[in-house]
């Protein structure tokens, strides 16, 4: 999409499999360490390490009802001269999961930190409630999370790595001005196709 802007913005989508509430604690300890916050191994990368990007996230989402999808869902934003610098680290990212012992003891820390001293007060236990039935489960998933981040290894991530975000092919969408955009970077990705801001927005 052409926008009158200075930076770059970049989502990548990738549809996976159906949701299953056995994986929910492996996928919280992988969002920690892999690309949830400032201390994950995406945002030291790309942010920290090489200044390709001024906001990056990358997860693994899980749906709001049960029998609906996981998806892979990758941003970026940036400067648009960086765009092929910043396309690239995600990519090698999503291909290769560098090794921190360090920051997954950070990550599995966290999670177990947060979950111990988090409380759900008044109208926040009735809206766990309701979203834990609608993914048919029967009890607060935080025990499975907490139990599972315990016990769970870096190889454990590095599997679940492999085997949901390696060689996958996803859905690009690009927000930013385009004589500042590098399409021949764009096309190597894919076909681009151009959306009007009346398409997107309606007016």
């Known amino acids: 999409v052409d926008y009158d802007m200075t930076q770059a913005e970049v989502i990548m989508l990738t549809r ?13 300890l992988f969002n920690e360490y892999y690309g949830g916050g400032m201390s994950s191994v995406v945002f030291q990368e790309l942010r920290e390490a090489k200044a390709l990007a ?15 999808h996981n998806y892979i869902f990758s941003y970026i934003g940036t400067q648009a001269d960086k765009l092929p610098e910043a396309l690239e680290g995600i990519s090698e990212l999503m291909d290769r999961l560098p090794e ?12 177990l930190q947060k979950i111990a001293t988090e409380r759900l007060t008044r109208s926040e236990v009735l809206f766990n409630y309701e979203e834990a039935k609608r993914l048919g489960i029967d009890h607060d998933i935080r025990q499975d999370v907490f139990k599972g981040a315990r016990t769970m290894t870096l190889d454990d991530v590095k599997a679940f790595h492999k085997s949901h975000f390696r060689n996958r092919n996803f859905v ?14 764009l096309q190597k990705y894919g076909p681009i196709k151009e959306l009007s801001l009346e398409t997107i927005f309606g007016y």
């Open 16 to 28: 996976d499999d159906i949701y299953n509430p056995e994986q929910v604690p492996l996928i919280a």
């Open 54 to 68: 001024y906001s990056v996230l990358s997860v693994y989402r899980t749906p709001k009802q049960k029998d609906k």
């Open 100 to 111: 921190s012992p360090e920051l997954f003891l950070s990550a599995k820390n966290g999670i």
């Open 172 to 185: 690009m969408l690009v927000l930013g001005k385009k004589e500042q955009l590098d399409l021949e970077t």
